[in-house]
């Protein structure tokens, strides 16, 4: 149901944006987010955004990536500045949504890989 898609080779200090798209409308939306997982290593947080804007974001990508979302379109936006070899990934989107409970949606994953 979730798309993720601008994935793609660039060169360090470069910058990518990432957009997840839904096939359909998600009600009731809580909050939206970025993930990744590099090789060898374990999938973490990159960026969330709630329904009412709040958002967090990771540490190590702080100042350099920008989240953004349209509840009503279910998209989320994810701008890369700044990119680093470190953040090398398949970066993953998903929508939680507060139905009966929270249900989250996941999409595919999309490569991101950063040359030196």
């Known amino acids: 149901q979730l798309q993720a898609l601008g994935g793609g080779t660039v060169q360090a200090g470069g910058s990518l944006r990432l957009s997840c798209v839904s096939t359909?409308?998600?009600?009731?939306?809580?909050?939206m987010a970025w993930y990744r997982r590099a090789p060898g290593k374990q999938r973490e947080l990159v960026a969330r955004?709630?329904?009412?804007?709040?958002?967090e974001y990771a540490d190590s990508i702080k100042g350099r990536f920008t989240i953004s979302g349209d509840n009503a379109k279910s998209t989320v936006y994810l701008n890369m500045n700044g990119l680093k070899p470190e953040d090398t990934a398949v970066y993953y989107c998903?929508?939680?949504?507060?139905?009966?409970?929270?249900?989250?949606?996941w999409g595919r994953g999309t490569q991101v890989t950063v040359s030196s």
């Open positions: 955004i709630t329904s009412w804007g709040s958002t």
């Open positions: 359909s409308s998600i009600f009731s939306i809580n909050n």
């Open positions: 998903s929508v939680t949504a507060l139905w009966d409970n929270l249900r989250t949606f």
